[in-house]
């Protein structure tokens, strides 16, 4: 049964998140079902890089499906999309997978974007879409306190309390605080994160931005690995799921 | 009764448009009815500078209200948003407004932006905000054909069949038309717009990049004054009111 990678934007709002749940409609299962024409009726099984909590959104979100039919990218990627109508989920694009890839498995680098509106009047335009947070914040003080996260850390005081990872040493690529007018957003690249990870580094980091802890405190939080410390979870809709990288580029149709 | 300025931004999905109807939940509606608990419980009065179609966002639109209360701008717009909640109608700041001032009758500019998200897949996060043409525009000759239609000149070709306006003659300041990836933006400026003009606009100039008429029609249409030969009425959607320009520029507090 032939492999495929899709590239997927979706709008978090109404869903349970990536994954299949009882208690609610999720992307997988939008895809899966939407799959059903081209896979001899049966929802097509899937994966995704990055399994999103309920709210977080996805820009390039990469998903491996199998599909009983063999046809060309171009037109799975269009019947996904013309099945899966109206959820706010869209096919980017599709590619034949390599050999042994897995969307999960694979996956050497995962990026996401947090963004945080800053301002006094709530979001009308942005609604769903950014962590609304009316005092200032100060940009230029997250972003230094950051990067003391970044490298190989043991990243328990960061973690949910509901991570199944078997241990909680990660290596933290990239973590950049930036001002952008009204919004303030937080860039992040890690191999991979612990489930609630960006969240709770964001709404840890939000403490240092409203003057309430010191610099240096992200970085002891982190060495005392005490996940009851931290900050609060920033919420998910803020987050955005930006990109997977593989150790082979896949080759996108579009 | 003390008149205000405010700056509001508003998702206008789910209204009938700017103006009070019948048939639905308005954005004016939202505004007066918020107002209510500072105006001895009676809805207030406002005008707009644009008075946006239904569908048609806004990022700065200004809006004139009558309010019984005197009160700090600053209360005024936290109230508003207040009671305005759960729709997605913010006020961004509130000013108080200059003696004789009309939000509608005394502005002498006003912008918009048009999104047009140009690729194959159908939109997730922008859905709602852009209008999608699945086929590639020539943005290059979409800008070329457009700026034919600068300068003063009788906009009937452009014009909705039930526009209001007594004469058609306008004086087109701006028509810029250019690529930011996957999106086609148009930016427009004038003193004022006839009903449709932009839409209207925008669907000819969309007829151009896509190789469909060439680089001289727009003008035609336009020296011809025929309203029934323009292209497509442009999705509302896809367009954003961004800001209303006055002789003395209002005193903002937020």
Chains 1, 2 share one sequence.
Not at 217 to 243: S, V
Request: glycine share 8%; with cysteine; hydrophobic share 40%.
């Amino acid at each position: 049964m032939p492999r495929y990678a899709l590239l997927v934007e979706y709008d978090g709002t109404p869903f349970v998140g990536w994954q299949r749940q009882a208690s609610g409609l999720s992307v997988q299962q939008v895809l899966e079902e939407a799959a059903a024409p081209l896979n001899a009726g049966r929802p097509a099984a899937t994966m995704a890089s990055g399994r999103t909590d309920a709210g977080v959104h996805a820009e390039g979100q990469v998903v491996q499906i199998d599909i009983a039919l063999e046809l060309h990218p171009d037109r799975l990627r269009d019947a996904l999309n013309f099945h899966s109508r109206p959820h706010p989920v869209s096919v980017l694009a599709a590619a034949l997978a390599p050999p042994d890839w897995s969307a999960r498995f694979s996956c050497i680098g995962r990026g996401y974007r947090y963004r945080i509106l800053n301002r006094r009047a709530r979001p009308a335009l942005m609604a769903g879409r950014v962590w609304h947070v009316q005092t200032p914040l100060d940009a230029e003080a997250m972003h230094a306190a950051a990067q003391g996260l970044l490298g190989r850390h043991d990243f328990s005081a960061f973690r949910a309390a509901a991570c199944q990872a078997k241990d909680a040493m990660r290596t933290l690529d990239r973590l950049e605080v930036r001002r952008q007018g009204e919004e303030i957003h937080v860039l992040t690249e890690a191999r991979s994160f612990l489930h609630h990870q960006v969240r709770n580094m964001v709404g840890t980091l939000a403490q240092v931005g409203l003057g309430r802890r010191p610099l240096s405190w992200p970085r002891e939080l982190l060495d005392g690995r005490d996940r009851r410390k931290a900050g609060q979870n920033a919420p998910a809709e803020g987050l955005t799921f930006l990109f997977a990288r593989y150790p082979q580029p896949l080759r996108w149709q579009d």
